[in-house]
């Protein structure tokens, strides 16, 4: 049984940073990610990356300012934001998918975690 559990999600100020951890159980995956949803908003890709590491993908509204990476060893994906703005604010979703590419759609993702709340304090 897959499992995906978010951890690292919180309160914090506008321009200060938060680390999310995945950690995966019950299955390895190609290409892991980050989604968010706001209230009331549809779910937004945020970054994916690949097997290696070598290759990433990011949201244009990120862009610059949150890195992903993963540890395989640890099956565990990172997403560290820096530079947080109140437009951060949304529960934050890993996910996983069993292709090679890095796609922005979320029905091209098979499995999801459960979500970690990321509040930005303006």
């Known amino acids: 049984q897959v499992q995906l559990v978010e951890s690292g999600g919180g309160l914090v100020q506008a321009g200060g940073s938060l680390r999310l951890s995945c950690a995966a159980s019950?299955?390895?995956?190609?290409?892991m990610g980050w989604f968010r949803q706001a209230p009331g908003k549809q779910r937004y890709f945020v970054a994916a990356?690949?097997?290696?590491?070598?290759?990433?993908q990011y949201g244009d509204s990120v862009k610059g300012r949150f890195t992903i990476s993963r540890d395989n060893a640890l099956n565990t994906v990172f997403l560290q934001m820096d530079q947080l703005n109140s437009a951060d604010t949304a529960v934050y979703y890993c996910?996983?998918?069993?292709?090679?590419?890095?796609?922005?759609?979320?029905?091209?993702?098979?499995?999801w975690g459960q979500g970690t709340q990321v509040t930005v304090s303006s």
């Open positions: 019950g299955g390895r995956f190609s290409v």
């Open positions: 996910a996983a998918r069993r292709g090679l590419a890095l796609v922005a759609q979320t029905t091209m993702w098979n499995y």
């Open positions: 990356i690949t097997w290696s590491g070598d290759d990433t």
